[in-house]
């Protein structure tokens, strides 16, 4: 079945630094792709998506974009915030949303 | 424009024991959605209820089930708790067919079975 696969954190990073956070898939159609956050104590707040092959979706400074040949849908930001400290999820469409395991962003000031 | 809205935040409750957990999605939306999220296993799907039928479904054991009213309210039943229930769930909703949208979550509902 289809699945999602995401970088194991937790993930480290010093204010401003350069954030990547790896995710591919596998589907057997064209899903729709989208990257979820989750602050403590909250649910998941759609953070971006992308919905066709090349596409790039972007908000709040981060990016993603949709690449069908290395089935890779990466989360990055140029220069990251401790407000950004959170849990990421990325996620695809089948005939409901597939979540990958999570990878917990950790933000030093 | 209101959130969706789960009910209670928090549970406690005995092994053997039922629990209802209630989820209000966005004004508008038919399609609600329950997801369990543990630790070990992530976000898990349950089920999804739309305009009043389940529309699809995970695999969990008929213990856990659910049902939708006439305005779009969702609840889910969980029978017989085992300590494994021990969970964050989560309801999403989305408009009917809107899964290239993505969904709006609710702040879900803790779970603790002693």
């Known amino acids: 079945g289809d699945s999602v696969t995401q970088m194991e954190g937790p993930v480290t990073l010093s204010e401003e630094a350069f954030l990547t956070i790896n995710c591919t898939y596998t589907a057997t159609g064209y899903p729709s792709l989208f990257w979820y956050v989750q602050y403590p104590g909250e649910g998941l707040q759609l953070l971006l998506k992308?919905?066709?092959?090349?596409d790039k979706g972007s908000n709040k400074g981060f990016e993603a974009t949709y690449r069908k040949e290395t089935t890779s849908f990466h989360l990055e930001k140029g220069s990251v915030q401790v407000s950004d400290s959170a849990v990421y999820f990325c996620a695809l469409s089948d005939d409901k949303i597939i979540f990958g395991k999570g990878t917990r962003l950790h933000i030093l000031p | 424009k209101a959130g969706v809205t789960q009910t209670p935040r928090y549970l406690i409750k005995t092994r053997g024991q039922q629990v209802t957990l209630s989820c209000s999605p966005i004004s508008g939306h038919r399609s609600v959605s329950w997801y369990q999220q543990t630790p070990g296993q992530g976000l898990q799907f349950l089920f999804e209820y739309f305009s009043e039928t389940q529309r699809n479904k995970g695999n969990f054991p008929g213990r856990f089930s659910g049902r939708q009213f006439s305005n779009s309210r969702s609840e889910m039943n969980v029978s017989t708790l085992e300590l494994g229930d021990s969970a964050l769930y989560l309801c999403?909703?989305?408009?009917?067919?809107?899964?290239?949208?993505?969904?709006?979550f609710g702040s879900g509902t803790r779970l603790t079975v002693v």
């Open positions: 992308a919905t066709k092959a090349d």
């Open positions: 999403a909703s989305s408009l009917a067919g809107a899964l290239d949208y993505g969904y709006t």
